[in-house]
C-alpha cells in the first residue's frame, strides 16, 4: 500500500479514536468514582452537538457579524454549560438518590434515560428527525496531494481533544478536588468521615464528564459537518466499550481502549473489503475476545488506584 | 370509605354505557368505514412518510366532503419507523383489525418486503406507494399485495444509460446493507456492466447507522472513480457526500431515489448538495397534470409538513381505495380483485395498470439534479442546457 494512503487511514483512525476516547473517559469517570454505568452518556454527547448548533443559529441571527473565533467560542460554551447543567442534574435526580439501589436500577435509569433525550431532539428540536448541517467554524486550511487530504481544523481537533484529556488527568492527580475525587473512589465512606463532600464530588465528577462529553458533541460536529439525534447510541455503545476493554475506572485504559477500537474498525474496512459492512461486528468481536483474555480490561488497577 | 367507592364505580358504570350507546347510534347515521395508511412517521425518514400520510388524508377529506359519496371514510394511520420490526407490529395491528377495509402502506423496502406476509394471511389489500424493491410484488403470489409506485429495476436502467451518456466510465460502489440498498446495487451494477462501463472492486457494503466513512472513502479515493454511487437512503447520503468534501475526492455523486428528499439538500446546505444527482419514479408534484390542483387543496388543509415528491403516489393510490369501495362496498375480498381491474387509467402520477402481480406496469422514472438548494428535473436544469457541468468523466485520472 502506498505510503500516503496508509497515512490518511491513520488520520482517519486517529480522529475516530480521539472521539471514541473522550466518550469512553466520561465512563471511566462515573465508573471509577460512583461504581455506575451511566449508559445516557452517547446522547449526552449528542445533546451537547444540538446545543452547539442552536447557539450557532443564535448568533447567526442576531449577530451575523460575530468573527469566526468569537463563534466558535460561543458555541463551545453554550454546548459545554448546557451539557454540564443537564449532567449535574442528572447526577442529582438519578444517580445519587439511586445510590443504595441494586446497581441494575441505575443502568436501567440511565438507559431509559437516553431513549428520553434522544426522543426529546426528535420530537421537540425543530426538524429534529432530519439531520442537520453543523458548521465547520474552524478555518478551511488544507494541504491536499493525490491521496491525502491534511486539514487544519482535524489537526486542531486532534490536539484540543488530547489537552482535554489531559486537563481531566491534571484535575484528577493534582489539585484538591482531584483529591477528594479520588478519596471518594477509593473508600465513599472513608471519605465521608474525612469530611469531603460527598455530594459535591459526585456533582463535579458528572460535570467533568459532561463537559468532555460536550466537547465531544462538538468535535463530532465539526468533523463530520452533520449531526442526527440518533448519533449518540452507538457512539455511547462503542464508548462504553472501549472504557471497558481499556478497564473500567482507568482514564489512560479510556484512551487506550478509544483508539483499540478505532483502530479495529479501520482495519476492518481495510482488510476485509468484500465484507466492510461487517466491520462493527468484527471490532465488537474483537473485544470480546479481549475481555474473554483480561476480563478487567488492558490496563487492570487494583480498586483502590482507580481513576 | 367504601360506600363512596362503590358511588364512584356505579357512576363509572353509568358513564361507559352511556359512551358505549352514544358511539353506536353513531356508527349507525353515517356508515363509518376505515382504511389505513402505514409510513415512517419519525425517524430520519419522517419528512416523506408524513407528506405521504397527509396526501392520503387528503383524499378521504375530500371523499368525505363529496356529496355523492355513499359512505364516510376514517383514516387510520400508523408508524412503520422505517424498521422491519415495528412495520411487521404495526402491520399485524391494522390487518388483524377486519374493520380496516384496506391501506396505503411503506416507504421503506425493508419493511414492506418483511410485511407483506402478514397482509396475506389477513387478506388485507395494500397499495404500495414509496417502497420499490421487486421483490415486494414479484418476489410473492399475493393478491392482497398492489404496488403503485414503479420497481427499482426501472430507477436503474434509467439511471445507467443517463450515467453512461454522460460520459462516465468507472464507478465507485457504497450501498447500505438493506435489501432496499442491495437490489439497488445489484441492478445498477448489471445494467453499467451490460452496457459496457466498469465497477470499481471491492464494492462497499455499509449498515445504515454508520456515522464514519472515510475508511471507505480513502479507499475509494485510492481506485480513482469518476462517480461515486450510493444506494440507501438520506441520513447516509448526506453523511457519504460531506465526508467526501473533507477527504477532497472530486468525483461525481450520485444517488437513488432514497436521497431524493429535502431533508438531504437540508442536511447538506445547498453548496455540498450542489450537482448531486438523484433518480425517482415519477415526476414532481408541480409537473404533473393536475399538480397545481392537488397543491393547492393540500396547502388549504394547513398540514404541517410540506408534501415530499412520494405523496402524489399516496394520494392516488388512497383515492383508487375509495374508489372501489365506493363500487363494491366494505369487503376486503371484493375491493382487492377490484383493485386489478384499474387499466390505464389517467391518474394524478400518470397513467396506472395493475399487471397480475399488482405491480403498476407503467411507471415513469426521473433524473434529478441538485441546483441552488433544490432537486430540478435534468430536462430543466442549468447542467443540461450547458450553464453548468457535473463533474468533468475522466477528470480523476
Known sequence: MEMELLLQFCINGLMLGMMYALVAVGFTLFFGVLDVIVFSHGDTVMIGSFSGLSMYWWVNAYYPAMPAAGTAFLVVLAAVSVVVLLGMGVADAVIVPLRKAPALNTLLATMMLGTVLRESIRLFFPDGSNPHPFPGLLPDWSWRSSQLTLRFDNLALFCSGALIIALVHFIINRTRLGLAIRAVAQDEEAAKLMGVNFRLVVLATFAMGAGVAAFAGVMNGIYYNEITFGVGLLLGAIGFSAAVIGGLGNVFGAILGGFIFAFLQTIGAVAMPFAAAYKDVFAFGVVIALLAWRPTGLIAEPASKRV | MAARHILWRRVLCLALFAAFFYAAGDAEAKTALRVGYIGPLTGGNSSIGLGARNAAELAVFE???????????????????????????????????????????????????????????????????????????????????????????????????????????????????????????????????????????????????????????????????????????????????????????????????????????????????????????????????????????????????????????????????????????????????????????????????????????????????????????????????????????????
Open chain 2, 63 to 397: 371523499r368525505n366532503e363529496d356529496s355523492g359519496a355513499t359512505y364516510n371514510y376514517e383514516l387510520f394511520s400508523l408508524d412503520d419507523e422505517c424498521k422491519p420490526d415495528a412495520g411487521i407490529k404495526v402491520a399485524t395491528k391494522m390487518a388483524s383489525d377486519k374493520k380496516i377495509l384496506g391501506a396505503v402502506a411503506h416507504y421503506c423496502s425493508a419493511v414492506a418486503l418483511g410485511t407483506v406476509d402478514v397482509y396475506h394471511r389477513y387478506g388485507m389489500p395494500v397499495i404500495v406507494y414509496g417502497a420499490v424493491s421487486p421483490g415486494i410484488t414479484y418476489g410473492n403470489n399475493y393478491p392482497e399485495i398492489l404496488r403503485i409506485i414503479g420497481t427499482l429495476i426501472n430507477q436503474n436502467k434509467v439511471a445507467s444509460e443517463f450515467m453512461l451518456s454522460q460520459g462516465y466510465k468507472r464507478f465507485a460502489i457504497i450501498h447500505d446493507t438493506t435489501d432496499y440498498g442491495k437490489d439497488h446495487k445489484d441492478y445498477f451494477t448489471k445494467f453499467i456492466k451490460e452496457q459496457g462501463g466498469e465497477i470499481l472492486e471491492p464494492m462497499f457494503g455499509v449498515t445504515s447507522d454508520q456515522q464514519d466513512f472515510t475508511t471507505e472513502l480513502t479507499k475509494i479515493k485510492s481506485m480513482n472513480p469518476e462517480v461515486i454511487y450510493f444506494s440507501g437512503l438520506t441520513p447516509l447520503g448526506v453523511r457519504i457526500r460531506s465526508q467526501m468534501e473533507k477527504l477532497g475526492i472530486d468525483a461525481q455523486f450520485e444517488g437513488v431515489s432514497g436521497i431524493k428528499s429535502d431533508a438531504f439538500i437540508a442536511g447538506l446546505g445547498p453548496d455540498l448538495a450542489e450537482g448531486c444527482l438523484s433518480f425517482l419514479e415519477g415526476s414532481p408534484v408541480e409537473k404533473l397534470a393536475g399538480g397545481e390542483a392537488f397543491l393547492r387543496s393540500y396547502q388549504a388543509r394547513d398540514f404541517k409538513n410540506l408534501p415530499d415528491t412520494m405523496a402524489p403516489f399516496a394520494y392516488v393510490a388512497m383515492r383508487q381505495f375509495l374508489d372501489v369501495i365506493e363500487k363494491v362496498g366494505p369487503d376486503r375480498k371484493k375491493i382487492t380483485e377490484a383493485l386489478y381491474k384499474i387499466k390505464n387509467a389517467d391518474t394524478l402520477i400518470g397513467k396506472v395498470s395493475y399487471d397480475d402481480h399488482g405491480q403498476n406496469s407503467e411507471p415513469y422514472v426521473s433524473k434529478y439534479v441538485a441546483q441552488d438548494g433544490q432537486w430540478v428535473v435534468w430536462e430543466d436544469s442549468e447542467y443540461a442546457s450547458g450553464k453548468r457541468s457535473l463533474k468533468k468523466p475522466g477528470a480523476g485520472k
